[in-house]
């Protein structure tokens, strides 16, 4: 079984960075750019964390809708 992390993340930068970091622990990151895409991904994979990057707070209905649908199984870190 593979460990994933999901990060929402509008800025793409660091990504080779952090997947190489995250994978000396045999963790995998996937990154998306919408909260959308995130929810998708959610409803179907299990992930070791979640972590939201974000400037505003638009995600926060997006976050309450789906806790209340999909109650989360991981830890979610929001920066």
Do not use: C
Not at 55 to 63: G, K, S
Request: proline residues 4%; aromatic residues 12%.
């Amino acid at each position: 079984m593979e460990n994933w992390i999901l990060a929402v993340d509008n800025n793409l930068n660091n990504l080779e960075e952090t997947q190489q970091e995250w994978f000396k622990y045999h963790v995998f990151v996937r990154v998306v750019k919408s909260m959308q895409k995130a929810l998708r991904l959610l409803m179907n994979t299990d992930f070791l964390l979640v972590v939201i990057v974000a400037d505003t707070i638009e995600y926060l209905p997006h976050l309450a809708s789906s806790t209340e649908t999909y109650p989360p199984t991981g830890h979610f870190f929001i920066s």
